[in-house]
């Protein structure tokens, strides 16, 4: 039994971002390696990279050491 479903039919209105390309695409236009998605709207999509940096920055923000560790 197969633990991931092959998904080959692009549900109507799914938008995703291409990063080869730098362009939102809708459906599945470009391999799975290369696009973030699905989203549920075009803006979504389109913004998607800014969502990458604000995640990027509240992970980093989570690594930094905070205070002195225990039994220091």
Same mark, same amino acid.
């Given at each position: 039994?197969?633990?991931? *479903? /092959?998904?080959?039919?692009? /549900?109507?209105?799914?938008?995703?971002? &291409?990063?080869?390309? /730098?362009?939102?695409?809708?459906?599945?236009? &470009?391999?799975? *390696?290369?696009?973030?998605?699905?989203?549920?709207? $075009?803006?979504?999509?389109?913004?998607?990279?800014? /969502?990458? *940096?604000?995640?990027?920055?509240?992970?980093?923000?989570?690594?930094?050491? $905070?205070?002195?560790?225990?039994?220091?």
């Amino acid at each position: 039994m197969a633990l991931f *479903k /092959k998904h080959t039919e692009p /549900k109507a209105g799914e938008w995703y971002y &291409c990063l080869q390309h /730098k362009t939102v695409e809708e459906g599945l236009q &470009c391999p799975a *390696k290369n696009r973030f998605g699905p989203y549920a709207s $075009r803006t979504e999509a389109e913004h998607a990279m800014e /969502k990458v *940096k604000e995640r990027n920055l509240e992970w980093d923000a989570d690594d930094e050491p $905070r205070g002195n560790p225990p039994g220091a």
